[in-house]
Every structure is written in C-alpha cells, then in structure tokens.
C-alpha cells in the first residue's frame, strides 16, 4: 500500500477547506423583509430628491421670481439678492391714521420678505401683536424693493394690497396674485448701469448710484439723509417727482434730471404706459467735506515742511558746496 505522507494530509485538507468556504461565501442570501423596507426607502428617498427641484408646477404658492421650493433648487445658489428697502403700513380702520411699523419689530432676521407664505404669516402675526396695543381693527401692507442679479431695485409685491382681506390668499396649489413679476425685459440694462455708475464713480469716488424700477400707477416715497446731495435721471419711461415740502410737480422724460431737497421726503409717481426706469446720484456732502478739508491740510502741512527745510539750509556758496561733496566722498 502507498504510504500518505502528512504533509500531502494537510495540503488535501486545506484546500477542502478552501473550497467550502468559498462555496458558503457565493451562496445566495435570501432578502430578509427589512432588506426589502431599507431598499424602498432609499428608492422612495432618492426620488423625491429628484423630483423636488421640478415640483414647481404643483407647488405654484412657493414660486417667486425663480421657481421651485426655498431650499430644493439647484440654481438656488447662482442668484444673488439685495433688499432696498422694507416699508410696513398699517391703517387703524376705525380713525383712518397711517402708521408705520419697523419691520423686525417682531422679526428678528428678513428672510419673512423673500417669501410668500412668509409674508403672510408675518401679516398675522403682526395682526395679533397690534391687537395687544388696542388696535383691533387694522389694515396691513408691505412694500419690499429687491434686486436680483445685478438688476433694477423692483418691487416684490403689490403694497396696494391688504394683507389681512382676501384678495392677499396664498394656496401652496396657485399663484400668487398679489406678487410683482420680475422685470426680466430689463435685464439687458445690467451691463449699461455698471457702465454708469463707473463712469459717475471715476469723476467722483464720493458718489453712490441706485437703479430703481417701477410699475404704471404705483409710486414710491423716499426719504433723503440731510448729508446727501440728490438727483433724479429718467432713463427709460416717464415721472413726476413730488417735492412734498415745496408743493411742486415735476414731470421728467427720458434722459431728464432733477435735484430733490435733502432731509425731507418726495414721491415719484410712475405715469407711463410701461414701467418707468430711473437712478439716484448721491453726493455725500459730509464725506466731501472732509476729503476736501484734508486735502487742504495736507497740502498746507506740506508747503510748510517745504519752507522750514529751505529756511534752515546752510547758506554755501557754490565753490563750497562742490568742496564739501568731494570731501565727503574722499571720507567714504
């Protein structure tokens, strides 16, 4: 009989071993039921991912001037946004006052102003808030200016609208009425305003330039710090300017400017056909002032410096100026 050596025993015994395990390890495994839930879930999870930044056709009350849900957007992050200004006006119904609220009275951040449904609870809110203070019958409207990308300062929404009646219902499901659209006819304007403000700003670095843009009917008040020098320029459609304090109307065209009086307040009423185009040209009078007076003073220190160098120089001759260059060269 032939011998078995023990070292082919465990060379037949390990590569049994081998083929065991790997016989265990590519045998297939039955899908428990939690497999089964753990995979819908992620299926259920990665597809509403992808569906949410196309939602915006059902969700219709989130849009805005982009579309599709704060938050879900995949441009989200390519928009840049600037607020002009908020105004907050209620109306106390039973007297007709006009009063005005700060708009973080009760709001400490301003993202309430980019939103829609944002809007409106920010309107109930301040309805509660008001009625703490006896005013239980109130009216209440917003006027937000924005600008998106570089554009016109525009209104957000429509300030003739009440807040508080029906005509300001918001519906995840439907438009908003009450939102202003974006003015996308203007957006070629970019590159012209850029070109201004840079020609404006080389003249003087102490000028500052809004672009504003508005609707046909709807004015805008504004208010002018006491330190700033103001013009109006039309650059598309037609205004008048209402210089409160001096009870006078000026109506101005296309390619037209006029100064507005500074620490008090003027209306600029929209009365063309299309939406009315114009800019601000602020001079701060202050920072003018004070560039001018250290110009002066250091044009002033410097004559002086001048004077005391030449007043205290040794009086040579030029014999011995010479003398005294070459001595000091020969000591080197």
């Not at 015994?13 to 839930?37: C, G, Q």
């Not at 982009?66 to 390519?78: A, F, I, P, Q, R």
């Not at 009086?315 to 060269?329: G, T």
């Amino acid at each position: 009989k032939e011998e078995i050596k023990p070292e082919e025993s465990k060379t037949s015994s390990l590569k049994s071993a081998i083929a065991n395990a790997t016989s265990v390890k590519n045998a297939p495994v039955k899908a428990t039921f939690r497999h089964k839930m753990l995979t819908i879930f992620a299926l259920l999870y990665l597809t509403e991912q992808a569906f949410l930044p196309y939602s915006h056709f059902i969700t219709k009350g989130y849009n805005n001037w982009t579309n599709g849900l704060y938050g879900y957007s995949w441009d989200m992050m390519v928009h840049s946004w600037h607020t002009q200004h908020v105004k907050i006006t209620f109306i106390d119904k039973s007297t007709d006052e006009v009063h005005y609220l700060k708009p973080t009275a009760w709001a400490s951040a301003k993202r309430w102003s980019s939103h829609a449904d944002m809007i409106v609870q920010y309107a109930q809110c301040i309805k509660g808030k008001l009625k703490e203070h006896n005013y239980d019958d109130v009216e209440i409207r917003f006027d937000i200016w924005r600008s998106m990308n570089g554009r016109f300062n525009q209104r957000q929404i429509d300030p003739r609208i009440d807040l508080l009646s029906a005509d300001a219902k918001w519906s995840t499901f439907e438009d908003t009425p009450w939102l202003q659209p974006l003015l996308t006819n203007l957006s070629d304007w970019r590159t012209r305003m850029q070109k201004i403000e840079n020609k404006l700003s080389s003249k003087d670095q102490n000028v500052l330039v809004t672009f504003v843009a508005d609707f046909p009917g709807l004015f805008l008040e504004n208010y002018i710090p006491p330190d700033l020098n103001t013009t109006i320029e039309v650059l598309e459609g037609q205004i008048i300017v209402e210089l409160i304090s001096l009870k006078k109307n000026i109506t101005l065209n296309v390619g037209e400017n006029t100064s507005v009086p500074n620490g008090d307040y003027h209306n600029v009423y929209t009365v063309s056909s299309t939406p009315s185009c114009y800019m601000y040209v602020y001079l701060n009078q202050s920072d003018a002032d004070i560039v001018q007076l250290w110009d002066r003073f250091y044009n002033l220190t410097d004559r002086l410096l001048n004077e005391t160098i030449v007043r205290n120089r040794p009086l040579h001759s030029d014999k011995e100026e010479a003398d005294l260059v070459r001595v000091s060269y020969e000591n080197v």
